[in-house]
């Protein structure tokens, strides 16, 4: 499944249909600021406004508010929701985010989410994980290292999704696991919207090597040190990249 991109487990299909095609609009609108909290928005002006029908209408309001951007209230309209309020670990909130005019701020959370969690996540990695998971791991880093020049990198991201997927599930902490969505957004967003290097970090690609290498050996301090690197490093390339 990981090599299928960033799409996991329990994440929505890619939009196909014309309420999802609804959502992507009324989504990032909502996300990027063009609908702020608050705002009401009537059925029948987005039926008219979207050249869609009242189902349709409906059917994207109700994932909307399944994500909790919205609410709905009978005799008021749809109402845009504070910001605090949004299921803010939803991968599709998170592409629409990373899509809109807070990118770097939002990148900047979620890799400071990423530097809380992932280090003690490789530490307890190399203290639970299975055979296999080592493999994967071992794997992953060398085709991360394999596909880091000649600007490759769609094909580098693939399996560097996939390392810290691995990581995460291997900790056999299951809420780590569950971020295995989250990470692949912020690794994709980084890639899609250019916010990394034209060739990845050498640096960077030799840690992921070397925290395979700890988790194999089941050095947890070694594990937690080189992932910490990572997530700083990956800190770093943002005040370059999205000052």
Known sequence: MDEQGPQGRGQRPRPQGLHDRLLESLGPAITGGDYPPGTVLRTDELERRYDVSRTVVREAVRVLESMHLVESR?????????????????????????????RPRQLRSLTALRSAIEPAA???????????????????????????????????????????????????????????????????????????????????????????????ASDAEAAERYTREITVGALRELDILAP
């Not at 250019?194 to 970090?201: A, C, S, V």
Request: aromatic fraction near 6%; proline fraction near 6%; glycine fraction near 4%.
């Open 122 to 216: 490789a530490a307890l990695a190399a203290e639970h994980a299975t055979p296999e998971q080592c493999a994967e791991l071992t794997e992953h880093a060398l085709n991360m290292v394999a596909t880091s020049r000649g600007q490759q990198l769609p094909a580098y991201l693939i399996h560097d999704v996939a390392f810290h997927r691995v990581i995460l599930r291997a900790s056999g902490n299951e809420m780590f696991a569950r971020l295995g969505d989250v990470v692949a957004e912020v690794l994709t967003g980084r890639t899609q919207h250019r916010i990394m290097f034209t060739d990845p970090d050498p640096e960077a690609v030799t840690l992921h090597v070397r925290v395979a290498e700890a988790v194999r």
């Open 74 to 102: 009978r005799r008021v309209g749809v109402t845009v929701r504070p910001t605090d309020e949004w299921d803010v670990f939803d991968p599709q909130i998170i592409r629409w985010r990373l899509a809109g005019p807070d």
